[in-house]
């Protein structure tokens, strides 16, 4: 995921290029925004003054997007009929989930031959990790599923994985069709560029309302929503992908008399392989991300029982479930880069064909052997619940253990934020007039992208002013803040000590990118566990997400260095402190901000998903929506939150890439 | 004589927001401003003969990669006309152009081109495939192709798996796999070593050798053009500054570009003895003749021991056509021409 | 290829001629939404587990406690075993009226849930239960998050209670802090109990807390029709939701679910089983029918 948002920040468009006039322009954009700043703080300083019509959005500025919304909706369900399209897809779709319900996990359908023995599931994993990555991944898929399957939580995985089973492949198809459609007609893709930031900055919960609304709830709706959700990456990277076709390979393909499509099947797609087989893995850990979250809409599964214990506070089952959750994560995760990494190799000719398909004899040999048996010893066929391990009460009991100690310094740590830090920080922002806001958020545009970023932020703002719901987006967005500038505190200096020397930084980013396969949900377990249910667990949790990117691209920033710089400036006699503020920190700087915008897109969203332990914000109200099932509210604030998300991504992107064409031009 | 196997008249090609109207200016007011246009090919005219090669010379970015693509239309011309076997190539339809590519025409890439997901078999394999040939008769031949260019032992492997200069023979394979009439090289040995470079041109003309196809062959190595040559075209911003054989750029350049290209190169060693002799007119010359198409660095041994001023010249049929000036040639050894 | 057709007519010549001749329930299974408070959840698996006994096979989905109604409406699930008036009326009223659900069966338990409080807060603002003496203690109850307004512990946002209007309404001096789920609740007043410190939050009877912790509902002004400035009904019904096809459809197992009706005795009990004892909410439901057989043999025969 976090790659893609990167990129679709491409949308934020080159700056207004005509600078003839040079200086003067230049100053009149600096005295610009200073006006501007100067008239935001008047209107702070003088609100006493100020006409209630300017404190807060007046009634006359709010629309009833809403309602519209709904009124659209009714439309299509109802008077075009639109559900019972819906729904036969929906019923499709159901169909194949079935068929992988019943392989997987013995659900009572056609073709009624499963469940298959967890023992051969679990070899062909080994087998298959084998294959794409040698021992090491085969120890991991095999390992993770032999888990699965002793801690009594194969049912529930299994469920999980068989949604993914039928979602993934259909995004990956829907997503490839899409962007070779959009690769092919330019307008397509102009068209279709916009959705996709927008779709991609959305709420995951925004997407849920509309699927309840026309697929219903269930395992269904959770893999239609999956699909919805998991599709713009894959479009991105199959227009990327095609595009990085060498013009060469296309040239020798038509020189070799290929038809278009011909050239598209045979020549484009198979020599973009690796691109679309990125695609394939963002696809399966966005599927992985969703399903887990969609145990809110009814998708049974690992989601639904980590919700369940979490709502219990049941700290030790989740746990598990948490682990469960992590190792298929990184399982899948690695298959498929594995698969994506993977080069051909070829045999040397006169190769016996056994020889050749050495790994499917043994699979069939060792998967056969399994079958055999689980029919013999149960306990490799199914494991009961009676014979399930846990760890539960160890972990309940350790964790109670380290809370208590802890308690303290936890209750301490969380009167001190919510005293001295949370309530201060929102109750400045909401006494704030919503039009100091407004024109503050113009001269930060301004400042650091010109008139036209002043002009782009607005256009994000004034509609979030217009939607009636100004306090709960200023909540939000003073959860954002604190929770990325807390993140900030923690992570940079972290970043900086490991950026210290090149195994240790190797050995944070593999960290980092591990966390970052993790669905986010996993993210509320261990806050829920030290801070229970309240404002600082949101914090806490928002804080560890979104430190994640920050750590990573800062690490990123400070090693991409040239080492000639760096040397240059070993042999000026600079201390470290003096290099890492004055060569170091300056030229990590763009990369650092890339991090910062990545690091506020996920505070946003796991400010909405963390809505369910108690917010005051956007995401309950979205919560609301949700169990309400009303579309027009669900899209009103999901739109709200991808506005403040693409604001936050323009503003960022367009000074980090200021900073570098301002060095392009210097140089 | 038949009609050329390409002929280009007058071709431009132009990048840009209005390259048609561009080019038009162009031709009226040569030196009118670009405007935001790239001209890549100017006002380019050329024939190739049947079985002739020609080599387009020039350095990076005077447009002969742009022309050799104009030649075989993966791009298409601004303006002007270009005639395989004397048909316009521009007037065809997608399909003819595809019967075309997939009849007479096979070219051969700067960084190879070749389909990574495919073995060494199946690349060579994939014109014949896209012809339609039946798996069975297209293998045959590409393993065929693949012993021509001695690589029958690779071709299971896929092309990641194999070395620069073995990629560029599949290259090379791939594109004689449909035994072309008319073979296009860009840079194909521009991405190897030099040693690479120099056992891939002996190759090229052990290949050349067996048969007679017409070959336009681009490079920005110099040496190269002359190694191999038929006729060089020297190309400096999209517009050929000459057109001639080898012995001819060296021995008159048409222009300070094309001169100041000659001069670091050692001229003994392109010059045919052919080039230097001068018509008889009645005189007479003694003695043993030495063939027009040696170079004068290989006669260079004789030529010190020689004592004739003047050397009878005999060309390949051993008629002699005229004589040589021990002198003129000895100074061209030494350096010491003009 | 061949045998699999034939192997495929042959099920459905079966399928054609067994089904109707015996009116037998269908081989489909039943799916029974569960909801986030645990006494639902357990009664879901009772009664699943009574169906199987009846030889249906069901499944279980989790889903929103509101939106669930629209979903039996559409058959998408087939029951929902506790329709609570004060929470669900609205909701499953609206379904009513699209068509496609009914009220299968009336549990004998009365329900209420509205603010409540542990005993130990009434000896701190001993004028409880009156709503008025309770705003007057209100300084009582505040916390860091609430500043100087007191605190009211509401149930799960998506439980789509009313908290905020009726603040409002009776200008109540408290602030609404929505706990994220019901243990959320049960470890607040854990935390408050052993510190003896003041708290008001969501309850609802029947329920295993009134066992746990003693204490009674705030008396806020009677209930009407459309009020807002008012307590919730303080008898509330709580029924079984049955999606309109399902008589139809499993014949057999609708015609037990018909008979089913709990107590507030027996709910609060399957709550316990699993938010005090710790257990999951399908061993609590096999528990609890061991304990009950005469209670729910006699609807299955």
Redesign the interface.
Known sequence: MSDLKADASGFSQPAPTPRTGGIAIATAELSGWKVLLVLALCLAAGKILLPVGMIRPPDWMILPFAAWINAVFDFLRYDLGLLSITRTIADGIEWCLDVTGNLLYGRNRWPHLGPIPWSVLAISFAILGYALGGWKLAVLSGGTLVWIAVMGQWRWAMETLSVIVVAAPLSVLIGMVTGVTAWRWSWFERALNPLLNIAQSMPHFAYMIPVVVFIGVGPKAGAVVTIIFSVPPMIRLTLLGLRKV?E??V??????????W?LLT??RL??A?SELLLGVNQVIMQCLAMVVLASFIGMPGLGQRLLQMLQALRIGPAFEIGITIVLIAITLDRLSKAWATK???????GTHWMARHRLWLVWAGFASVAWLVAQVIPYLHEVTRSQALSMAPVIDMSVNWFLTLAAPVTEAIRRFLIIWVLIPFRDAILWLPFTAILVAVAALGWALGGRRSALICLAFMIPIAMTGWWDRAMITVYTVLTAVGLAALVSLPLSVWGAGNATRARRMLLVCDTLQTFPSFIYLIPVVMLFGVSDVAVLAAVMVFAGVPLVRYTIEGLNGIEPEVLEAGQMNGTTWWQALRHIRLPLAFPTILIGFNQSAMFALFMVIIAAFIGTQDLGQEMQRALSATDVGKGLTLGFAVAFLGLMADHLLMRWSRNIHERREARS | MSEPAIECCNVWKVFGPNPVAHARTLKQEPSAGSDGHVVAVRDVTLRVKRGEMLVVMGLSGSGKSTLV?CL?R?VDVTDGVIKIDGQDIGSLS?RDL??L??EK???V???????????VLENVA??LE??GQSRSARIARAREVLALVGLA?R????P??LSGGQQQRV?IA??LAIEPDIW?LDEPFSALDPLIRREMQDEFLRLKQLSDRTIVFITHDFDEALRLADRIAIMKNGAIEQCDTPDRIVLQPATDYVARFTQGIDRARVVHAGALCTPLNGSIVEGAPVASDVTIRALSRRLVAETRALIPVADSQGHIIGSLNRTQALDLLLGEAQ | MKHRAFLLIGVATMAITTSPALAADSSDPIIIPIHNWSSQIVMSHIVGQMFESLGNSVEFVSADSQSVYEAVRLGDVHLQVEVWEGAFAASFDAARERGGIHAAAVHDAVTREDWWYPTWTKEACPGLPDWQALNECAAMFATPETGDRGRFLGGPVDWLKNDHIRVEALDLNFAVVNAGSAAALWAEVAAAERTNTPIVLFNWTPNFAEAVWPGEFVEFPAWEEGCKACGNPADGYLKIAAWDGMPEKWPGAYDVLTRVSFNNAQIAEMARLVDIEGLDPEDAATAWMEENQDVWQPWVN
């Open positions: 060498p060469e390979v040239e020798a393909g038509k020189m070799n008399g290929a038809s278009q011909a045979r020549v198979p020599t392989r080069k051909p190799v070829h045999h040397e000719s | 693509r075989s993966l997608e595809i019967a590519r997939r025409m096979g070219m890439f700067q960084s190879f081109g070749l389909l990574p997901h495919r073995t994939f014109p896209m012809r032992e071709e299971d492997y896929y990641r798996e290259g791939r594109s296009f």
